[in-house]
């Protein structure tokens, strides 16, 4: 089992930058982990992964603006974020799904990134 609180989301100006964090409570590099993100009114929705083993993807809309890191030493999972538009404003969530345990997979409470002037 793995707990996780992410940090970092506040309110930027369009084209600013943010990083978020998620801590987790155990090692990570049996997970793969992933941020999500929630706008009002709409689904939750995946922002980008970042495997057990260090690989990552992301989804077209982030590409080139986001990227997904982590430090192993630390158990920690990043998202870097710049030229943020106001439609990345949501609350942004940490996933973590088990490599061991078939089907299991955790989240984190949320931080709220607001894009607005």
């Known amino acids: 089992q793995v707990q996780l609180v992410e940090s970092g989301g506040e309110l930027v100006q369009p084209g600013g930058s943010l990083r978020l964090s998620c801590a987790a409570s155990?090692?990570?590099?049996?997970?793969?982990m992933a941020w999500y993100r929630q706008a009002p009114g709409k689904q939750r929705e995946l922002v980008a992964r970042?495997?057990?083993?260090?690989?990552?993807n992301y989804e077209d809309f982030v590409k080139g603006r986001f990227t997904i890191s982590r430090d192993t030493t630390e158990n920690t999972m990043f998202l870097q974020m710049s030229d943020l538009k106001p439609e990345d404003t949501a609350v942004y969530y940490c996933?973590?799904?088990?490599?061991?345990?078939?089907?299991?997979?955790?989240w984190g409470q949320g931080t709220r990134v607001t894009v607005s002037p």
């Open positions: 996933n973590a799904v088990s490599l061991f345990q078939v089907g299991r997979e955790y």
């Open positions: 970042i495997s057990h083993s260090g690989n990552t």
């Open positions: 155990a090692s990570i590099i049996i997970y793969n």
